[in-house]
């Protein structure tokens, strides 16, 4: 199971115990078994310190000696979750994944995602010996059991990867690389409906370095990467396997640490892959896992499996893991170049925003007017009604009703919704007739007002608008208020805090281009650490994150790894603190990747006990014109669930047939 990674070091946790030996150790654990109870703290110690190999010679020395099945006896004195990592060291790995797919498949329903993982991350060698392990352990034929328990283009991609003959010549065809990725557009985004036999082929037979250069091909002639490609041509189970693909093609070890994050996120643990991913990488690429794992989500694997575990459980796993990477202080060199790729993807990928309103065809405005009347006349009111036209009109469709109201019934529309509505329902509804500038500017405006502050609103909106956005957010908030956004920013927060959120209400951000020179000069402004006066560090943060182009702070962004050897909201996180760190992080965040950016706030608005209902109807109000289907799928990405399904599961009664009509079920 051993691995040599990058300049043939080794990258794996657990290596071979120095000085072993096997029969010596078979005596520890049949005394650690003996008796009532067992010294699990021995069994940990000694399995999670010793080789897949090794294992596998404590096993036969063990019958040797005893006449006994090491592993039966693992079983019978250990339970739960403990027992199923133990037991799983025990195996070799094509055993231990043939054993992983047959739980996988077996019983009723198929454990998609479990398939999914081990068939796109291993290699050809690695695929062959579990083929033939499934056969030697169960006496069954791997491929006739996928068959019979999967289907459709799911099924014949599957079928692909068990055949183990992905190319593994480094040497690349140009002239192959560029007709890939044409045959891939045309497959795609160039066809009516999707050419699913070209994706299966091309990322099912192609080597890892011809696919890689591919990806980069596709890039500059589609204009966007070829994930979004596959997640808009494809669904379903296909779709999460192609993206595995994809993702391990680029780099396994960074698949798994995402996969590891997203195990234990959140409410609940999913142990069974937390433990599949522990004992099949401990002797591949841990290491790289563990580096990778503390760049992306800025905690150590070891803090968060800690954290997130207990008992024996957690020992071990944290034997396996092998160390905590926050002791350390700082990133591993090899982990900031995976931030450098991090931001050069976000500099160079062209993302086509998408709404899910769209203008109505064949729209009539003195119709619907007509509808909306009717729904509020008499006793009672028409929700059904006044939601099915409300969300499925564009906000320019709804300001012409609005004007036909008038005309018609010489009445005020909104002030006739707010009489009928009440709570949630009606602050979506009356969200949504508002000009986009008018419902910001009227965010902002509670957000300042009465007792306290509302910072996170100020940050949210001021941070991700654009400077066309944000004049007519000042222009709406004049009108409204008779005052200026600056007086009352002014008036209602104070120091470093009002200068960032004056700098970003003038909507004075510049809108050139790159300036590589700049971005370098500007990158040490940012990491220059020897001044010890923080007024200085905070205003060389704001004149530059407040006032340069996206694609100018990507470059600074970039070039501040290359400088530190750590991502810039890690400095901001560590140097800042309160509202202004708050605040930087939202720009940076908003620069990486907007749409992931709201993402994470609906996740937060929804988690746990209780909904934060403002935000939950602040984001799907204010993005249902021009992101929200992006940000359905990078919320997708993150948390393994569809924004949708969320919202149905935390919110009732008009208020969700609302929300969810403006969010739009996944196709």
């Not at 409410?267 to 004992?279: A, C, E, H, Q, Y």
């Not at 469709?397 to 919704?417: P, T, V």
């Not at 923080?534 to 600074?556: A, G």
């Amino acid at each position: 199971m051993s691995s040599k990674g990058k300049a043939g070091r080794y990258r794996g946790s657990v290596k071979d115990f120095p000085n072993f030996d096997a029969n010596q150790d078979a005596e520890a654990l049949y005394n650690a078994m003996k008796g009532f109870g067992s010294d699990k703290d021995t069994i940990i110690d000694l399995l999670t310190s010793r080789s897949n190999k090794q294992r596998i010679e404590i096993c036969h020395a063990y019958k040797a000696l005893y006449g006994k099945d090491l592993i039966a006896d693992l079983k019978y004195e250990l339970t739960g979750k403990f027992e199923r990592l133990i037991v799983g060291l025990m195996r070799p790995l094509e055993y231990f994944d043939a054993k992983e797919i047959k739980d996988a498949l077996k019983g009723i329903g198929t454990d998609e995602k479990c398939l999914i993982e081990i068939l796109a991350s291993r290699t050809n060698q690695q695929i062959r010996a579990l083929v033939e392990a499934y056969k030697d352990a169960y006496e069954r034929n791997l491929e006739e059991d996928v068959i019979a328990d999967t289907a459709g283009h799911f099924k014949k991609m599957i079928i692909v990867l068990l055949q183990a003959t992905r190319e593994e010549d480094d040497v690349v065809s140009e002239e192959l690389v560029e007709q890939d990725a044409k045959d891939l557009l045309e497959a795609g985004e160039l066809k009516w409906g999707t050419d699913e036999a070209q994706f299966i082929y091309i990322l099912g037979n192609r080597s890892k370095q011809h696919l890689r250069l591919v990806f980069d091909e596709y890039l500059k002639i589609a204009g966007k990467p070829i994930e979004a490609s596959i997640r808009g041509e494809l669904s379903g189970d296909l779709e999460k396997l192609m993206l595995a693909v994809v993702k391990n093609v680029r780099s396994t070890s960074e698949y798994f640490a995402d996969r590891l994050f997203k195990a234990m996120k959140g409410l609940g643990t999913r142990d069974n892959t937390l433990i599949r991913i522990m004992v099949s990488r401990s002797e591949i690429d841990m290491l790289d896992i563990r580096e990778i794992f503390r760049t992306k989500y800025e905690k150590s694997l070891h803090h968060m499996i800690e954290s997130d575990t207990s008992g024996d459980y957690k020992k071990a796993l944290l034997k396996l893991c092998g160390g905590d990477d926050d002791a350390a202080g700082e990133f591993f060199p090899e982990a900031a170049q995976v931030a450098y790729q991090m931001w050069e993807l976000s500099a160079v990928a062209k993302v086509e925003l998408k709404g899910t309103i769209r203008p109505a065809a064949s729209f009539n405005a003195d119709g619907d007017a007509k509808v909306l009347r009717k729904a509020m006349k008499g006793f009672g009111t028409d929700e059904d009604a006044i939601i099915e036209v409300v969300t499925q009109r564009s906000n320019a469709q709804r300001q012409e009703i609005i004007q036909a109201y008038k005309s018609h019934y010489g009445r005020d529309l909104m002030a006739d919704l707010k009489s009928e509505l009440s709570g949630a329902l009606a602050k979506v509804i009356l969200g949504l007739m508002m000009t986009p500038a008018q419902y910001d500017a009227k965010q902002l405006k509670k957000a300042v007002e009465g007792a306290g502050t509302d910072e996170s609103v100020l940050i949210e909106i001021l941070a991700t608008r654009n400077n066309e956005e944000i004049q007519a957010i000042n222009e709406a908030y004049k009108e409204a208020y008779h005052t200026t956004l600056e007086d009352a920013l002014s008036s209602d927060t104070s120091g470093h805090f009002k200068r960032i959120l004056i700098s970003l209400a003038l909507g004075a951000r510049d809108e050139g281009g790159e300036d590589l020179a700049k971005a370098r000069a500007d990158a040490q402004k940012l990491a220059d650490v020897s001044s010890d006066d923080s007024t200085s560090l905070e205003t060389r943060f704001l004149s530059i994150l407040c006032s340069q182009s996206y694609p100018q702070l990507r470059r600074v962004f970039q070039e501040f790894v290359k400088m530190t050897n750590h991502d810039v909201a890690h400095a901001i996180r560590k140097r800042m603190s309160g509202d202004v760190k708050d605040a930087f992080l939202a720009i940076v965040m908003s620069v990486k990747n907007k749409q992931a950016f709201f993402a994470e706030k609906l996740y937060k608005s929804m988690k746990g006990a209780g909904t934060d209902d403002r935000t939950l109807i602040r984001i799907i109000v204010s993005r249902s014109e021009i992101d929200l289907l992006n940000i359905r799928r990078d919320f997708w990405d993150l948390y393994d669930k569809s924004l949708y399904h969320m919202i149905e599961k935390d919110t009732s009664g008009d208020y969700r047939k609302a929300l969810l009509a403006i969010c739009g079920e996944e196709e």
